[in-house]
């Protein structure tokens, strides 16, 4: 069974940063795409950024340029580097491991941006 755990959320100030971590266990983790998500409240769920095992990513436009995700396959970890942080960025991120027939997800962790 795949367990997702994420870490690194908290409160940030308008135009700082924050790294998010999910630490994958359970499976293999080459063999999934892994993506980050977030939910505002009274909003749906929705893609953040995917990076495959081989290194090719995808971004929502509302943070082009801004996040960055990146995996270590060695530490079964992905990343999302977010910079330049905006109140409207505030919402629970959640981890999200795809593989060929089933996904999974971790149990989110919460990003305010406030000043």
């Known amino acids: 069974q795949v367990q997702l755990v994420e870490s690194g959320g908290g409160l940030v100030q308008p135009g700082g940063s924050l790294r998010l971590s999910c630490s994958f266990s359970?499976?293999?983790?080459?063999?999934?795409?892994m993506g980050w998500y977030r939910q505002a409240p009274g909003k749906k769920r929705e893609l953040v950024a995917a990076?495959?095992?081989?290194?090719?990513?995808n971004y929502a436009d509302s943070v082009q340029g801004r996040f960055t995700i990146s995996r270590d396959n060695a530490k079964n970890t992905v990343y999302l580097q977010m910079n330049s942080l905006k109140p409207d960025d505030t919402a629970v991120y959640y981890c999200?491991?795809?593989?060929?027939?089933?996904?999974?997800w971790g149990q989110g962790t919460q990003v305010t941006v406030s000043s």
């Open positions: 999200n491991a795809r593989g060929v027939r089933i996904g999974y």
């Open positions: 990076i495959t095992s081989g290194g090719s990513t």
């Open positions: 359970g499976s293999i983790f080459s063999a999934y795409v």
